[in-house]
């Protein structure tokens, strides 16, 4: 009766030793990843992820600025094949992404995908169960085959996450088709993303004020006035590198729901500095507009709380 059990144990011990193995040599692989590596080191690298919600999104990181850059990719054919699907997205978004990495929400809608990761990026803090549903989401994806990022890979993607802010999202919009060159008259659609530009002019190169426009799409009369006031005050006294050029309602009277902010000088850092005083927690809209009259332009929406 003896033996038998000897054995049992001894055959136990060897799967014991044989996993724990295993899962070192799994760890050791995961770890020398080149994603990994970026991440951990916070190279001054872009590393990519394929959303494939409808329409798809990208988000390129960068682990040593911190800065992501947002393309939404609206495709009219999907391939069937995941990895064929999440290829051609980033393809589409002008990327060539080496390591292949890609995530399948539950939501394949790209809007209400892009609020809750919005909502679960700033909330966290005040409700740290928000932690475990981000957690739990990327296990079951795991499980169903909805992603291939590895543990390791998720771990500091999602400390690096911690660290970031919505400000530090910059929206880019890609069509499948490129259009020919239209008549600059012609209006852009509402649903419009403009094109990111780089941090080509930061805070440590161009001190030099931002030139700021004001526009009220809030519906409150005196919105951009009393704005507009805020931050000259906030100029001249020097504790805001701003002065605002112009202020007046929206053009047509148009109202907005949510406010937002849009760049067109590629100065993210002072960006994000006006966005913070004025207390917008929403990712920046940067557009290339040679013919802009300002560096940035505040739309004020009907969520709009103006600062004390």
């Known amino acids: 009766m003896e033996s038998p059990r000897k054995v049992r144990q001894l055959i136990g011990k060897v799967l014991l030793v044989g996993l724990l193995a295993v899962t070192v040599w799994a760890f050791c692989v995961q770890i020398s990843a080149p994603t990994v590596s970026a991440l951990a080191s916070k190279q001054d690298t872009t590393l990519h992820l394929a959303i494939l919600t409808q329409p798809g999104m990208t988000f390129s990181f960068n682990p040593s600025s911190r800065k992501v850059i947002l393309n939404t990719v609206k495709r009219k054919k999907l391939p069937k094949d995941v990895k064929e699907n999440a290829t051609d997205l980033l393809n589409k978004a002008g990327i060539q992404a080496n390591p292949l990495r890609y995530y399948i929400p539950k939501t394949l809608k790209r809007d209400p995908y892009w609020e809750q990761f919005k909502y679960v990026l700033s909330s966290w803090h005040y409700n740290p169960i928000l932690i ?134 590629g100065r993210l850092t002072q960006v994000k500095q006006l966005s913070s005083a004025i207390g917008l927690n929403n990712e920046i809209i940067a557009e290339k507009q040679g013919n802009a009259i300002c560096d940035v332009r505040i739309v004020i929406g009907k969520d709009f709380r103006q600062p004390i």
């Open 132 to 265: 475990g549903t981000f957690v739990w989401d990327y296990l079951t994806a795991l499980h169903d085959k909805r992603t291939n990022v590895t543990p390791a890979e998720f771990l500091l993607f999602a400390m690096a996450a911690t660290r970031l802010e919505i400000t530090d999202f910059t929206a880019k919009n890609t069509n499948e088709t490129k259009k020919k060159k239209k008549s600059s008259s012609k209006q852009a659609p509402k649903d419009y993303i403009p094109e990111p530009v780089a941090d080509l002019a930061p805070l440590a190169v161009e001190d030099r004020p931002l030139l700021v426009e004001v526009l009220n799409a809030s519906g409150v009369k005196g919105a951009a006035l009393e704005l507009t006031q805020y931050l000259r005050d906030k100029g001249q006294k020097g504790l805001l590198p701003v002065d605002v050029l112009n202020y007046e309602n929206f053009p047509g009277g148009e109202q907005k729901e949510k406010s937002y902010i849009i760049d067109f000088t």
